[in-house]
């Protein structure tokens, strides 16, 4: 099974300030999407943002960037300007086109203070 | 509202009984995925089905069935209800098969509590 890593079990930002979420995954299938879904306490999963793994840019979908970086394979969600909306559980995940399968990270809680 | 729809939203049960969930997927997809999220094992992929064909299978119990309809709704059903299955299930769907996209959308999950 592949492995998806979030090393932060939780994190505090003031609001206004940029954070960014860590993930690394780890697969050696060449074709694979990587995603960010946010969860709010309401437990409905959100999703942010996407970036394939041949893309060159890196993805960005308003104040949500994905700091890819192949070869480190890592895919880390940037939020700037964070708002108290923001608070939340991210997770990230991988899929691989080949086998049609979703692993998802074990989530990063996130809490922006006022 | 995301568009895929899942009922009941809340669910109690006894232990060695059985459930249904729903969930319709939104217009115009085919993929209905099935995740179980629990404190314990986090977010787990159950089951996928394209256009009423199971395509992929996770980490789901034999006591666990799923089947998508005609109409694409999809059902997964739950029997022999043990505590340890008290857990989120989010249904999601895609337009894609063979070839995903990314426009995977999660409904708003049915929380299954076993007493």
């Known amino acids: 099974a592949q492995k998806i890593t979030q090393t932060q079990p939780g994190m505090f930002v003031q609001e206004k300030e940029a954070v960014t979420l860590d993930c690394t995954y780890d697969?050696?299938?060449?074709?694979?999407?990587l995603f960010w879904y946010k969860q709010p306490s309401s437990g409905e999963m959100i999703f942010l943002i996407y970036?394939?793994?041949?893309?060159?840019q890196n993805a960005t979908e308003g104040r949500y960037s994905l700091n890819f970086q192949k070869a480190r394979k890592s895919a880390n969600l940037v939020i700037s300007a964070s708002q108290l909306g923001d608070s939340a559980m991210y997770f990230c995940?991988?899929?691989?086109?080949?086998?049609?399968?979703?692993?998802f990270g074990s989530g990063t809680k996130l809490n922006v203070k006022p | 509202d995301s568009g895929v729809t899942q009922t009941p939203k809340h669910l109690i049960t006894a232990t060695g009984q059985r459930v249904t969930l729903r969930c319709s997927p939104r217009?115009?997809?085919?993929?209905v995925y099935w995740y179980q999220q629990s404190l314990d094992q986090g977010l787990q992929f159950l089951i996928h089905?394209?256009?009423?064909?199971?395509?992929a299978k996770g980490n789901i119990l034999e006591r666990f069935s799923a089947q998508q309809f005609p109409d694409l709704h999809s059902e997964l059903n739950l029997s022999s209800l043990e505590l340890g299955d008290s857990a989120l299930y989010f249904c999601?769907?895609?337009?894609?098969?063979?070839?995903?996209?990314?426009?995977?959308?999660f409904g708003s999950g049915t929380r299954l509590t076993v007493v």
């Open positions: 999601a769907s895609s337009v894609g098969g063979d070839r995903l996209n990314y426009g995977y959308t």
């Open positions: 697969t050696s299938d060449p074709s694979y999407g």
């Open positions: 970036q394939g793994s041949y893309d060159q």
């Open positions: 995940a991988t899929l691989l086109y080949n086998f049609n399968k979703f692993y």
């Open positions: 217009s115009g997809d085919l993929s």
């Open positions: 089905y394209y256009n009423g064909e199971e395509r």
